[in-house]
Every structure is written in C-alpha cells, then in structure tokens.
C-alpha cells in the first residue's frame, strides 16, 4: 500500500508490516497504526511514521544503542493487549529528540548520546511477532544499567 509523509514524500508500507497500537499513544490516541522505517540498511535510529497522520513521525532506537539495559515488568493488562505470549517476542524501543544545545542533562529521565536523547521513562514495548505496540510509562527507572564497552 502506498501511504503519503510529511518527510519521506509517497511511500510503499507492506500491510503484513504494520505496527498497531490498540490503545494509541499518550496525547496521540488517533495514532493507532506506524511502520518502521530505516534510513540505512543498519542504521541504529529508525523513523516510526504514522499512516494515520502524515505529519506525525518520530526516531526510535533500541536501548542498546545508548548502552542501556533495563527491566520492566508489564501488567496482565498491557500483556492481553499486545497479545504477548512468549517475553522472546517483545523489543523496546525508546523515542528520540535532538539534544537542544546547552540543554540540561535530567538524570533519570534522559540519556544523552551526541546529539540525542532518549526518553528511559516511556519506553515502547512491541511484540514483534503480532506487530502490536503499547508506551509503558514508567515511574521509576531505578532499575535500569548504563553498559559500558570494553
């Protein structure tokens, strides 16, 4: 299917390629249905277009990106409504900013990579084998680790 974006111009979606979520995301519940979209063949930073809205579009990237590792349990009702069944199946995606130049850095909340920010608190949990999608908000992220490289 063809779908129209605010920064990509026309573009093909493959249906059997589209992420649903059930419940929208927070302050964009219309949003229901996004696909994935790499820049480079392996690129790290990923654009989550909306084919609801050609103007909503924002960068994901794994949490090992930043060299984050954490845990999060979710509820028997975040469960149900990405149909998870095998914890295999889920990947975390966390949502991307650009670091504004001078910007603080808010310990708990951000983490900040050249030039970019993720948010650790509202991670997005996508069960990759149903392409079904949810933003956990999370209260506290105690419980996450920063991995460093040897």
Known sequence: MKIV?????EQEAD????ITFPAGLPGMEDNRHFKLYYEQEEA????MQSLDSAEVAFSVANPAT????????????EVALIELDEAADA??????RKALPGEEVRTGVDIVNPGM?????????????????????????EHYTVVKEV
């Open 91 to 96: 990947e975390i995606l966390l949502i991307l």
């Open 44 to 47: 790290a930073v990923l654009t």
């Open 5 to 9: 974006t605010a920064d990509f111009g």
């Open 117 to 141: 920010r993720a948010n650790i608190r509202s991670p997005i949990v996508l069960n990759t084998s149903r392409r079904l999608a949810l933003q956990k908000a999370l209260r506290n992220v």
């Open 15 to 18: 249906p059997e390629s589209v």
């Open 66 to 77: 930043f060299n984050i590792g954490y845990e999060f349990t979710l509820t028997d009702e």
